[in-house]
């Protein structure tokens, strides 16, 4: 299903939204909204749910048309057969557990949905504690079959084991029913964990969309680097452990990583390396040292960063070094040259998917 | 004791509160969700009675409805008599006068549900009207309440507007209040002290349960 997203909209406070969003969303899929505080990712969730209606401009998800400023089309969010969740639980506190999840009409739970909230669909809805009422708000969201799902940093007010047990329940759920979903975050281990496809938020435009690892490694400008935080971000599989350190596969080539929180072996991850991070040496002097991974590659391109040089490998995958302009110069980088690269296994942080 | 006069003025609250109920309702969801600038203008007016003498409101609703004016006139036509100096002329006074009484505690509830669940209730695709109905009102019931009982026990009081509208009519228009100064001008004071300890304490009870109410003495916390 395609998503396109062109609405502007200004707010008496002053802020604005100015949003040319077009996506492919398919089943199962989900796309992140991803930006600092106050970029304006929820309201551009609220314009998506019919909560906002934009000055001007269309809203659209496959066939439906949500908004249409030029033919003044408008369908309000009960039309649209959305699931939202919000970021604090929206729970009906006179209703049961279950009387929340059957609100939108539905008669019977389906067995997909069911299990989320099995174990406290018994329990008083005033009682339950902020995960728990998010699992329920998620439920009862999905329970209706939308063929679109909504979520507003829905983890944001969750402790930390829950969040990890949620996101990775999200996740499965989504892709059993087959459902595209839209997540804002302003946490970029989420929006990697969590997302297909990443659309970079800043001051209320969208200033970069695709794939997450391409995103994060090449952002398009100044600013979404800033907001993303530079690093090579790199698909990998981890293949190995023992001792506190993993082995990950990335295509042909295998890093050595230090172990900071349990990953199964077998595990789908990012293995994200910051530039500064990458030491180059020349193939004659890879000496003994304590770093762990040597890389060998080939130079493909050089770019100048002020004093600084951006060096960018072809070590089976693409990776970014930065050196000083002396180091190049000592080292007679140019492009082609063979280098090896280092890569200490503590500079190596792993982000599991889902 | 004038047990007639206690009767008429027990009715007279009574068919006042289930015409507020019925009226008050939609009117406070249009000055709580409407979008409309100038709603603050309603509820002024809403409010009149609180600040207004009632012999102020009671000649404005004689004028209006006495026979000089359409309205008086074209209910005249109708029912075959006036307004003036009847239980439904006293009936519509008591209306307006105990309006803000039902209005201002309806709207003050319904204002204070969080407005994030009516949105989550529009994405389950449940019209503005269900949502109001499904989920405001039962968070409200006890504004509801409050607002009941008040305009009841605000009705059972009244006494300036009713002298106006309706005169002094034993079993018409003859309210517990009216029989009340009747009493005192007549020097019959017994009578008035009984009927004046009943309606103290009949008031006492109801604003004590209300605050109860309010309290959570009876109700468990939400």
Redesign the interface.
């Known amino acids: 299903m395609t998503l396109d997203v062109r609405a502007a909209q200004r707010f008496p406070s002053g802020f604005a939204v100015d949003v040319m969003l077009a996506c492919d969303l398919r089943g199962g899929s989900m796309l992140v909204l991803f930006g600092p505080s106050g970029a304006g990712k929820t309201t551009i969730l609220r314009q998506i749910?019919?909560?906002e209606r934009p000055d001007r401009g269309s809203i659209r998800f496959g066939d439906d048309v949500w908004f249409d400023s030029a033919r003044g089309a408008w369908c309000?969010?009960?039309?649209?057969?959305?699931?939202?969740v919000?970021q604090?639980p929206?729970l009906?506190?006179?209703l049961s557990v279950l009387d929340n999840i059957r609100?939108?009409?539905v008669r019977h739970v389906s067995d997909t949905v069911m299990p989320l909230v099995a174990d406290i669909a018994a329990r008083p809805t005033?009682q339950l504690s902020g995960g728990e009422a998010q699992r329920v708000?998620l439920a009862?969201?999905l329970a209706?079959g939308p063929q679109l799902l909504l979520l507003d940093e829905p983890f944001a007010s969750v402790d930390t084991p829950t969040r990890s047990r949620l996101r990775r329940d999200l996740r499965s759920l989504l892709q059993q029913l087959e459902t595209p979903a839209i997540l804002v975050t302003h946490d970029r281990t989420e929006a990697m964990a969590m997302g297909d496809l990443v659309a970079v938020v800043i001051d209320g435009r969208i200033r970069q969309v695709g794939a997450v690892a391409d995103v994060f490694s090449h952002p398009a400008d100044a600013a979404v680097a800033a907001s993303l935080g530079v690093e090579s971000v790199l698909p990998a599989r981890v293949t190995a452990a023992s001792q506190g350190l993993l082995t990950v596969a990335i295509g042909a080539a295998a890093l050595h990583v230090a172990e900071r929180e349990p990953i199964a072996v077998g595990a789908h991850v990012y293995a994200c390396i910051r530039a500064e991070d990458v030491t180059l040496e020349t193939a004659q002097d890879a000496g003994h040292a304590s770093v762990r991974n040597h890389l060998g590659g080939t130079i493909v391109s050089i770019a100048s960063e002020g004093p600084i040089d951006r060096v960018t490998l072809d070590c089976g995958f693409a990776l970014d070094a930065l050196i000083t302009r002396r180091s190049r110069d000592e080292l007679q980088l140019v492009p082609g040259s063979r280098v090896t690269a280092a890569i200490k296994a503590t500079s190596v942080h792993l982000v599991p998917l889902g | 004791m004038d047990w007639t006069a206690l009767w008429l003025s027990v009715r007279l609250a009574t068919a006042t509160t289930v015409v507020l109920l019925a009226i008050g309702i939609p009117m406070a969801y249009w000055i709580v969700f409407s979008p409309r600038r100038w709603k603050f203008v309603i509820e002024a007016i809403v409010a009149l009675p609180l600040v207004l003498p009632p012999t102020v409101l009671g000649f404005y609703v004689l004028i209006a409805i006495g026979p000089l004016s359409p309205v008086g006139r074209a209910y005249a036509r109708i029912a075959g008599h006036g307004l003036p100096f009847t239980f439904e002329g006293l009936l519509l006074a008591s209306v307006l006068y105990s309006m803000p009484f039902a209005v201002q505690p309806f709207s003050t509830e319904f204002a204070s549900v969080?407005r994030?669940?009516l949105?989550?209730?529009?994405?389950?695709?449940?019209?503005r009207l269900e949502t109001f109905r499904?989920?405001v009102l039962?968070?409200s019931i006890r504004g509801i309440v409050s607002g009941v009982v008040l305009s009841f026990a605000h009705t059972l009081g009244e006494f300036g507007v009713v002298l106006m509208v309706g005169g002094n009519l034993p079993g018409v228009t003859r309210t517990v209040s009216i029989s009340i100064y009747d009493s005192v001008q007549s020097l019959d004071y017994g009578a008035a002290s009984q009927t004046s300890l009943l309606l103290l304490i009949v008031s006492f009870l109801i604003l004590a349960s209300t605050y109860g109410l309010q309290r959570s003495v009876w109700v468990k916390p939400?």
């Open positions: 749910a019919g909560l309000p969010p009960q039309g649209r057969r959305l699931g939202v919000f604090q929206t009906f506190p006179h609100y939108g009409g005033k708000s009862r969201a209706r | 969080d994030r669940l949105e989550a209730s529009w994405t389950l695709g449940v019209s499904r989920i039962p968070l939400r």
